[in-house]
């Protein structure tokens, strides 16, 4: 019997125990067992090209990468369409981020990582809040993860045969649980048709919007968990950096205010007519405020009150952390669509999103009123 034959049994038999764990709601061990169908697959492959050219040489290997078309194949198994083992196998290779395959329950699929990776690339034109976050990737569900309480500790003293203090120990523990967040994207039937398209990137193009929209009202969230400071006029945010944060969370701060308030800052002068903000010298579109960048987020997401603007002044990588289950799930329904010659196709992406150190950040409602 072939080697390919044989690594192909034990690869069958590697996914109907990923699948059975799967029911059996054992995420964590089937999660566990994907690199080793990975590595099968791979052994696979590597069989098949040997006993291509042990047959004579003149045999291409089964799976070639010019001539496998990952979009094609992507495409054809979301709409339910036969692919042979070697297309399937080829797929499989090329892996999925962060997640065992998709949620069997609900249909879904998950996007290769190379073409995610694309999808992700096309946010770096959207203001995403996320980005100024602690970003930890997670591969389950729900989880703990140990965090420093106060960044004002030192470091222990390791003396010979004495045991550590437990108040020592300055940790504690945040819980978090990713939560589904989607949307129904309508595709016309023509553009499915076609094999060749670039299913993902269009889906891509209007998820990321909405995701960006969704993520950054959940940051926002939780930035007005914080109790609101009113200033009288931008002194109090010079104040906050200077004097309110901790130099060593001042000195990365950002300022995050929305589209109303940055128009006047943004307006206003010294007494010499020079500007009160800067431009950026790495980005000649960001505008900076005693060197820190300003966010602007729009007027719909960050309202204003009365006349008060909504500002706030801080580190976003130490104040809240952001829990990303990484993975884009797509799953297809052309029953709903019927009627306007469209299918219907589902997009899912997985995070939880924490505040960590409240001290990080402040809150200020700064007066506009002349």
């Given at each position: 019997m072939k080697k390919s034959v044989e690594l192909r049994k034990d690869a069958e038999a590697m996914r109907n125990k990923i699948k059975n764990l799967k029911l059996e709601n054992k995420i964590e061990e089937a999660h566990g067992l994907l690199q080793s169908l990975k590595d099968i697959e791979n052994k696979i492959r590597e069989a098949e090209l040997e006993e291509s050219l042990d047959a004579g040489g003149n045999k291409k290997p089964l799976v070639n990468k010019k001539e496998m078309n990952i979009n094609r194949i992507y495409n054809r198994v979301l709409l339910g369409k036969s692919v042979s083992e070697e297309e399937m196998a080829f797929l499989n290779a090329a892996g999925t981020p962060g997640q065992v395959e998709a949620t069997d329950g609900k249909g879904g699929y998950l996007v290769p990582t190379e073409q995610f990776t694309q999808i992700k690339e096309l946010r770096r034109t959207l203001v995403s809040l996320k980005t100024l976050c602690n970003i930890v990737p997670v591969t389950s569900f729900k989880g703990t993860m140990p965090i420093e309480k106060d960044g004002t500790g030192e470091l222990i003293a390791f003396e010979e045969l004495n045991e550590i203090d437990q108040s020592d120990v300055d940790f504690a523990q945040v819980a978090y649980n990713?939560?589904?967040?989607?949307?129904?994207?309508?595709?016309?039937?023509?553009?499915?048709?076609?094999?060749?398209?670039?299913?993902?990137?269009?889906?891509?193009?209007?998820?990321?919007?909405?995701?960006?929209?969704?993520?950054?009202?959940?940051?926002?969230?939780?930035?007005?968990?914080?109790?609101?400071?009113?200033?009288?006029?931008?002194?109090?945010?010079?104040?906050?950096?200077?004097?309110?944060?901790?130099?060593?969370?001042?000195?990365?701060?950002?300022?995050?205010?929305?589209?109303?308030?940055?128009?006047?800052?943004?307006?206003?002068?010294?007494?010499?007519?020079?500007?009160?903000?800067?431009?950026?010298?790495?980005?000649?579109?960001?505008?900076?405020?005693?060197?820190?960048?300003?966010?602007?987020?729009?007027?719909?997401?960050?309202?204003?009150?009365?006349?008060?603007?909504?500002?706030?002044?801080?580190?976003?990588?130490?104040?809240?952390?952001?829990?990303?289950?990484?993975?884009?799930?797509?799953?297809?329904?052309?029953?709903?669509?019927?009627?306007?010659?469209?299918?219907?196709?589902?997009?899912?992406?997985?995070?939880?999103?924490?505040?960590?150190?409240?001290?990080?950040?402040?809150?200020?409602?700064?007066?506009?009123?002349?």
């Open positions: 990713t939560a589904d967040y989607g949307d129904i994207i309508p595709i016309s039937n023509t553009l499915l048709a076609d094999e060749k398209a670039n299913l993902i990137s269009y889906i891509g193009k209007r998820f990321n919007k909405k995701a960006v929209n969704t993520e950054n009202k959940k940051i926002i969230d939780l930035l007005k968990t914080l109790s609101p400071t009113p200033v009288p006029n931008y002194k109090g945010i010079i104040t906050a950096l200077n004097k309110t944060l901790d130099p060593a969370i001042s000195q990365n701060a950002v300022i995050i205010t929305n589209q109303t308030y940055f128009d006047i800052l943004d307006q206003m002068e010294d007494k010499q007519g020079r500007p009160l903000l800067t431009v950026s010298l790495q980005d000649e579109t960001k505008k900076l405020l005693k060197g820190r960048q300003i966010i602007v987020l729009s007027d719909v997401l960050l309202p204003m009150k009365a006349t008060k603007a909504p500002v706030f002044v801080g580190d976003m990588v130490e104040f809240a952390t952001f829990f990303d289950r990484e993975g884009l799930e797509l799953a297809v329904s052309s029953e709903a669509g019927f009627t306007k010659n469209a299918t219907l196709i589902r997009a899912i992406e997985r995070f939880d999103v924490k505040k960590v150190d409240g001290k990080a950040m402040v809150y200020l409602e700064v007066e506009t009123a002349a």
